[in-house]
């Protein structure tokens, strides 16, 4: 097992920025991909951003230039810097581990709880 703790979610203007933080316990986290998913009212669980195990990153077009995804493996955390957010970035953040496929799709085997980010216009 690989349990998820996000945080770092809350209420941000237009433009501002946050970063969340996902806390995994429990052996092979250093050598899972990880991954941030959001998904707003209504809507779908969507890709936002990946990480090796080695930090290579991948991104959703969205987001490209405004988020930043890493990772620090001696702390068994991962991060996602967000900048220039907009009310389209709000949503519940996911944090996953280890995906059963692509890093976009949202077949990951283990899952945060979700922290909630929402940006006011």
């Known amino acids: 097992q690989v349990p998820l703790v996000e945080s770092g979610g809350g209420l941000v203007q237009a433009g501002g920025s946050l970063t969340l933080s996902c806390a995994a316990s429990?052996?092979?986290?250093?050598?899972?991909?990880m991954g941030w998913f959001r998904q707003a009212p209504g809507k779908e669980r969507d890709f936002v951003a990946a990480?090796?195990?080695?930090?290579?990153?991948y991104y959703a077009d969205s987001v490209k230039g405004r988020f930043t995804i890493r990772r620090d493996n001696a702390k068994n955390t991962v991060y996602l810097q967000m900048n220039s957010l907009q009310p389209e970035d709000m949503g519940v953040y996911y944090c996953a581990s280890r995906p059963l496929g692509s890093y976009y799709s949202n077949q990951y085997e283990y899952w945060g709880q979700g922290t909630q980010v929402t940006v006011s216009s």
């Open positions: 990480i090796t195990w080695r930090g290579v990153a």
């Open positions: 429990g052996r092979g986290f250093s050598t899972y991909p």
